[in-house]
């Protein structure tokens, strides 16, 4: 079973792998702002649950079942992004509130997420309309705030 944190470790190994076809324990100690002896303990946690190959001074190596999540992971979070962008939130709502959402959230409900995204992008109107919707919102209630 995955802890937060070891989704968002296998998250940031597949992100690297991507970018840069690997991933070192001070690259990835920089990215999640821990130390390279959290990264160490974390590798090797995943190493036992077969995430990863892990070989001090060798590199790190995602399993099928470590790239398979990791894949996963990063996929949850970009169209957690993609929801709260065309909520047209602050930049750093959005990364804070998807990491704290993208742990929580069940399949079932990233997808419909999703599906909304996806009606969003097609239905570009009813985007519109409800960006409308929620700026009449705020002004009815900050009317209601100044009686």
Do not use: C, W
């Amino acid at each position: 079973m995955l802890t937060p944190s070891m989704e968002d470790y296998l998250e940031k190994i597949y992100e690297l792998m991507k970018d840069k076809g690997y991933a070192r324990v001070s690259d990835i100690a920089s990215s999640l702002a821990v130390q390279p002896s959290s990264v160490t303990k974390m590798l090797q946690k995943l190493d036992e649950q077969d995430y990863v190959t892990y070989e001090k001074y060798r590199g790190i190596v995602l399993t099928k079942t470590g790239e398979r999540a990791g894949r996963a992971m990063k996929h949850r979070h970009s169209k957690l992004e993609d929801l709260l962008h065309m909520l047209e939130l602050p930049e750093e709502i959005v990364r804070a509130d998807v990491e704290g959402i993208e742990h929580h959230v069940s399949p079932q409900t990233l997808r419909e997420f999703m599906s909304l995204v996806s009606f969003f992008r097609k239905n570009p109107d009813y985007l519109d309309a409800f960006v409308q919707h929620r700026i009449a919102i705020r002004t009815s209630e900050d009317d209601r705030v100044e009686d």
